[in-house]
């Protein structure tokens, strides 16, 4: 057994690096008797030298240029700058080039260059590992790649983006506005450094493209992924679907369908009560269907400095170790092209919010161009109004097409009594 302390050189000093350097620093005993040696940060790199950090970095080696720490006197590169290119993707590239296993928290570099980056650390007998890319602190991806393979994976399907999920559920709480508190959400160290990604969806499709994988054995592919994000989603929406008794979650889905999967990243609204319904703030939950093992639940702190220097140093420990799998959880040259499901057309109950002017025989156009359709209603609501203000029409549909729904919309938009765009989420029922 190698005693040896395992020689760690860092890149990235914000949220995360800043919270594995802490968490090095306060727990280091512990840790050093559960790895069986010390695990010594020897060299650390950021933009500004003198920035004040969240760990003392003085008696640590500094260099300017982070592909530097490639040819540093260590074992494992930990890469936390972020970026799918540039000098992440260099320095990962570097270090694996010389002999160094690398540690990174980057979703967005991993979903574009994971499988390409495997197949290099697997050549040389090298880790690479990304505990923290996906879901924060919920150890989804060692669950994944290590411990739920004996039946195969069904579905994999859950809230990503601890962002998103604290915007929704500060704004349901408290009825602020979303650009307030994206605000809280950047300061907490939650948020992308361009949060539009977080927003957007895209957050979410690269951690999808990653569960997807590993559950699936095939490529990450961003490609056949439709993603919304939640910058639709109005303050209306919000309280009405709690008026309905459901929440909006943006979700991440992957399912097998036939012989192809299918990967979705939307907004749903996720009944209150359930599991994923109370998954609230910074949170993620993660529901995985593993066949005849059954459905598990994963819930814990999706963003931030501590869960997510949790998965950075619990993937150290497995490298001081040894102990480490294929990135992916196969050898990388067995990872397949995901074949895409067949564009069915899938069926959901959908909330619908039409902003009209309130004149009679609004109510009756609407539910014609439905019925026209074929989507049938469950209920519905219309809030009162000041005089000469539009109101909402509120409408749950029963099962339908999306097509079916997508074809009435298009009616329903060439109305003159019917204003600006509706709100569509389709609701998670399960
Ligand atoms: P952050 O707070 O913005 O920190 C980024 C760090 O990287 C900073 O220390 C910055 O230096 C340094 N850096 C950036 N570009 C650099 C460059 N070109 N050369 C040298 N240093 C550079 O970001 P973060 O939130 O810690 O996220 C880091 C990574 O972890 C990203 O891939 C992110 O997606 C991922 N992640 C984040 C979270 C989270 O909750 N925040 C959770 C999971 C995964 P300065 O400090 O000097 O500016
Ligand atoms: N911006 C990401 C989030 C960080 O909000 O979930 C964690 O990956």
Redo the contacts with the bound molecule.
Sequence with gaps: MNTAPLRIAV???????GGVLKALQTRGGELAERAGRRLDVVAV????RE?PRAADISGIAWVDD?SALASADADVVVE????ED???LALIEAALSSNKHVV??????LARHGARLAALAERSGLALKFE??AA?GIPIVKALRESLIAHGINSVCGILN?TCNFILTEMEKTGRGFADVLKDAQAL??A??DPALDIGGGDTAHKLALLSSLAFGTVPDLEHMHVEGIAAIMPEDIRYAREFGFRIKLLGVARRVGAGIEQRVRPAMVRAGTPLGEASGAFNAVAVDAGEAGPFFFEGRG???GP?ASAVIADLVDIALGSFEPAFGKPAHTLTPLVPAPATDASSAFYLRFNVLDIPGVVAEIAGHLADAGVSIESMLQRGRNPGEAVSIVMITHDTPQASVTRALKAIARSDKVLGSPGVIPMELG
């Design positions: 890149a990235g000093l914000g949220t995360v690096g790199s950021a933009r500004e920035k982070p936390l700058m972020g970026g540039g000098a992440a990174t928290a980057n979703k967005a570099l923290a890319a924060g601890g160290g939650y992308e450094a963003a931030g400095a997510t």
